[in-house]
């Protein structure tokens, strides 16, 4: 039993996590800037880039895959800028036009294109193969984890994840004070010398990553739900920006482990003989983490904004210096 989890599930679950965390902790300042659909818009821009790439190069290495999905995104913030100035349509007419016009583009790219071999297809680009990625090197059992040999054999997107994952990790401890400052206030950032432009790009550059380096785990759609679900979850759960993000990180992890054995075993205990898609189920036990927060999580209630409605106004000024003073406590 202990073999069959180890070369069956524990890749796919590690990359399951692994995808969960890094988005969910990126995607908490996308919910408090109010961009969630940054995540989105990202992952419907790069689908044609990072096909392309593959055309181009053969292979779906991730350095390939970056740069496609780097230009893809850079001719689609031109053609936004483009559509919006020509045809005189407000940002955000012209943003969905583009998006879903990038987005058919890669579909079709995907449908003329002979990229089954590498499971980069339809089906792939919009649910992903996260159950696919199996370690048969792992048939030691639990001994192939000392196994420099096994280990070398594992498959390249669990290493690659956990990269991800340590460099989304390093950008927020180098990046912390001025991203929470730009956060709650961007013209007090700019006036402290915070740079609040230059970190909101590096911000979105590091989600285009995450959703790339995600893509062929858990598809171009369904890791939208891994951005907004958790961090949107833990904000209903606290007014800290700390304990948001531990929340985010459990709630993360609490969808991928049991969406995961959801999909396997749910439909089994139902009395059906086959499975369901990981990424669809980790995404749907991430919704519905998501209603029960809305519907009993403690900020639901609304006890701390009464209790501050209660209170006399502070300056606007003040106000703002002593809610960035709080969220930068621990």
């Known amino acids: 039993m202990g073999t069959d989890f180890v070369v069956l599930s524990l890749v796919p679950l590690a990359i399951g996590i692994l995808v969960c965390v890094s988005c969910a902790l990126l995607g908490n300042f996308l919910v408090l800037r109010r961009q969630s659909l940054i995540g989105d818009a990202v992952s419907h821009v790069v689908l044609p880039g990072i096909v392309g790439a593959f055309i181009v190069t053969g292979t779906v290495a991730a350095g390939a895959m970056l740069l496609g999905a780097g230009i893809a995104a850079v001719l689609a913030v031109l053609l936004i800028e483009i559509v919006r100035r020509v045809g005189r349509v407000e940002p955000g007419a012209a943003m969905g036009v583009v998006f879903t016009t990038f987005f058919a583009a890669g579909v079709l790219l995907l449908e ?20 696919s990625l199996i370690w048969l090197a792992g048939s030691a059992g639990w001994a192939a984890l000392l196994d420099p040999a096994a280990l070398a054999a594992l498959p390249p997107q669990l290493p690659r994840l956990a990269l991800v994952t340590f460099a989304v990790v390093l950008f927020l401890l ?3 004070k001025e991203l929470v400052v730009g956060t709650f206030d961007a013209t007090f950032a700019e006036s402290v010398g915070a740079r609040p ?15 790339v380096a995600a893509f062929d785990a858990v598809g171009s759609i369904i890791v939208i ?31 991928a482990i049991a969406g995961y054995v959801l999909a396997g075993y749910g439909p089994l205990w139902l009395g059906a003989a086959y499975s369901v898609s990981a990424a669809g189920m980790i995404a749907t036990v991430a919704g519905l983490i998501l209603a029960l927060a809305c519907l009993a999580g403690p900020r639901r209630f609304g006890t701390r904004t009464a209790a501050r409605r209660r209170r006399p106004p502070p300056g606007r000024a003040s106000h703002h210096q002593s809610s960035i003073s709080n969220s930068l406590q621990v």
């Open 225 to 255: 739900a891994m951005f907004i679900c958790p961090p949107a979850s833990a904000r209903l759960m606290t007014d800290r920006l700390v304990p948001q993000l531990a929340w985010s990180v459990v709630l993360a992890v609490v969808s």
């Open 174 to 176: 180098v990046f912390w």
């Open 112 to 131: 003329q294109s002979d990229t089954s071999s590498v499971h980069l297809d339809v089906e792939h680009a919009l649910y992903g193969n996260l159950e």
């Open 197 to 211: 432009g230059p970190v909101s790009f590096a911000l979105i550059v590091m989600v285009a990553v995450a959703a």
